[in-house]
């Protein structure tokens, strides 16, 4: 290893989710540009049923290998989980808005939301106030397509065998001190996978399971963004005249 490379580097993060390494100007020390995002996912519900709203952290950092700096290994994350009810489409938004806004998430996150239903709703009061967002529409099948600026048809089937391989694959884990991982991993393990007289695979959720479904959507949401979708520069944005 050189020796102006140590095996520990001064990380800087900047504001647009880029993650360099300090060089002090020395050109011996290579800038290496990795990332960090978040995925804030949204599964909206009606007045008396639950919104959730789960997040997702995605970053690659700049990391020593050897004698060189390299990007490290993609690691992704839920760091935060949180569900509500009883609230307005207009408060819905403004939340949604507000925490995206939030720090460590402003200025480096993306929204996505369950486009499917009310889901639009949601989604047209969103774009009319000019706040970027995706909106994935939930189908049958097993494959995606993008529908526009904003919309993403997905095969649900598809989306939770995706959630499954990251699982598997330790791609995506829950923070060690994640509120509401017992609720979600119960929402997850209520859905099953069916095969139909005719062949074909749909999703079923048991309606004994003790989970409500709505954690789990917003994570199967996210984890399909994290995966299929590209993350971009997102820009700090409100809702003009709603606050």
């Avoid at 598997?168 to 069916?194: M, V, Y």
Wanted: net charge negative.
């Amino acid at each position: 290893m050189p020796q102006d490379v140590t095996s520990e580097l001064q990380l800087v993060y900047l504001p647009d989710g880029r993650v360099v390494n300090e060089t002090n100007k020395d050109p011996a020390i290579p800038r290496v540009t990795g990332h960090q995002h978040y995925w804030v996912a949204a599964d909206l519900g009606q007045a008396n049923d639950f919104t959730a709203v789960t997040v997702i952290k995605d970053e690659a950092l700049p990391i020593v290998d050897g004698s060189k700096i390299i990007v490290g290994p993609r690691e992704r994350s839920i760091v935060y989980a949180d569900r509500f009810r009883g609230v307005s489409y207009v408060d819905v938004c403004d939340h949604l808005i507000r925490l995206r806004n939030a720090p460590p998430f402003g200025g480096k996150s993306e929204l996505v939301i369950d486009g499917t239903s009310l889901g639009r709703v949601v989604s047209d009061m969103l774009w009319e106030e000019g706040v970027d967002h995706h909106a994935v529409q939930m189908t049958g099948g097993q494959s995606w397509r993008k529908e526009g600026a904003r919309y993403v048809n997905a095969g649900k089937t598809f989306m939770i065998e995706n959630l499954s391989v990251l699982f598997a694959s330790g791609d995506l884990k829950f923070a060690h001190d994640l509120p509401l991982r017992a609720e979600i991993e119960a929402d997850l393990a209520s859905f099953s996978l069916q095969t139909t007289a005719a062949g074909n695979q749909i999703i079923t959720q048991s309606r004994s399971a003790g989970g409500h479904g709505d954690l789990g959507i917003s994570v199967i949401v996210g984890a399909f963004a994290s995966q299929y979708l590209a993350a971009k520069t997102v820009t700090t944005q409100t809702l003009r005249g709603w606050y």
